[in-house]
C-alpha cells in the first residue's frame, strides 16, 4: 500500500470486548505488515449511568438477560482470551461500570498531544487489570500523568469541561453513521467491522485491503 491504511475503531474503555478486538487486530497487523494509523473515536456504553456506577455484574444481567451462569461463563471466556492476547482482565464480583464521559474528553484532549492511544491503552489497564476508579477525576489525572501528560492541566480539561461540546458532537456523529454497539472498525473509511472478529479473520481483511489497493 502506497500509503498508511486508515483504521478508525469506535470504543468505549468499559468495553472488554474492545481491547480484546484491539488486540486481535494489532497481532493481525503486525502479521500483515501492512501500513496503518489507528484513530480512536467516543462511545459510551452507558450515557445514562450516574457518577457512582454499577457493580458491573448486575448491570450486564440486567442490560443483556444475562443469567449469573452466563455471566461467569462470559468472565472466564474473556479472560482466557485476554490471556492469549497478551491483557490481564482481573475481575471480579465487587467490579464496577463507570460513566466514561469524562474518559472521553481527556482522551480527546491526550489526542492534541499526541498521546491518545498510549492513554486509551492506560485507561483498558486502569480499569480491567487494575480496577480504578474511572469516575474518579483525581483517578484520570493521575492516569494521564503515569502516561507522560501534565497532570494539573489534565485536572484542569476535567475541571472545565472545555472538550464536552466536542466529544457529544463526535459521538452523536457515529451514532448517526449507524454505530449502535462497540468495537466498531472502519477500514479506509468505508468497510466497517463489528465485534472483535478474530486475529485469523482481521488477517483475512488486511490482506484483502492490501491486495486491493496493490
Known amino acids: 500500500m502506497t500509503t498508511p491504511l486508515r483504521i478508525d475503531i469506535i470504543s468505549d474503555v468499559m468495553c472488554p470486548w474492545c481491547i480484546i478486538g484491539y488486540r ?21 456504553l452507558n450515557p445514562q449511568m450516574p ?3 454499577q457493580n458491573m455484574r448486575e448491570h450486564i444481567i440486567e442490560k443483556y438477560g444475562s443469567t449469573p451462569e452466563q455471566s461467569e461463563q462470559s468472565r472466564t471466556q474473556m ?20 460513566n466514561t464521559f469524562n ?44 502516561t507522560g501528560l501534565d497532570r494539573a492541566e489534565a485536572a484542569a480539561v476535567l475541571a472545565d469541561q472545555r472538550f ?3 466529544v457529544r458532537e463526535l ?21 466497517l ?6 486475529t485469523e479473520n482481521f488477517t483475512n481483511i488486511l490482506e484483502q485491503l492490501a491486495q486491493g489497493a496493490g
Not at 497478551?86 to 461500570?97: I, K, L, N, S, Y
Not at 491526550?110 to 492511544?117: F, I, P, R, V, Y
Open 79 to 98: 479472560t482466557d482470551l485476554g490471556t492469549s492476547l497478551g491483557f490481564d482482565f482481573q475481575f471480579t464480583p465487587d467490579m464496577r461500570m463507570h
Open 164 to 166: 464536552a461540546p466536542q
Open 103 to 146: 474518559t472521553h474528553q481527556l482522551l480527546h484532549w491526550a489526542g492534541e498531544q499526541g498521546c491518545k492511544h498510549e492513554l486509551k491503552m492506560a485507561l483498558f489497564t486502569a480499569h480491567f487489570t487494575h480496577r480504578r476508579d474511572l469516575s474518579d477525576v483525581e483517578v484520570l489525572a493521575d492516569i494521564a500523568s503515569e
Open 171 to 191: 459521538e452523536q456523529f457515529w451514532t448517526s453513521q449507524g454505530i449502535r454497539g462497540v468495537p466498531a472498525v472502519v477500514f479506509d473509511r468505508q468497510h
Open 24 to 44: 486481535q487486530l494489532s497481532v493481525a497487523l503486525e502479521a500483515t505488515d501492512v501500513a496503518h494509523e489507528v484513530h480512536w473515536h467516543p462511545f459510551e
Open 51 to 53: 457518577a457512582e456506577g
Open 193 to 198: 467491522v463489528t465485534g472483535a472478529q478474530g
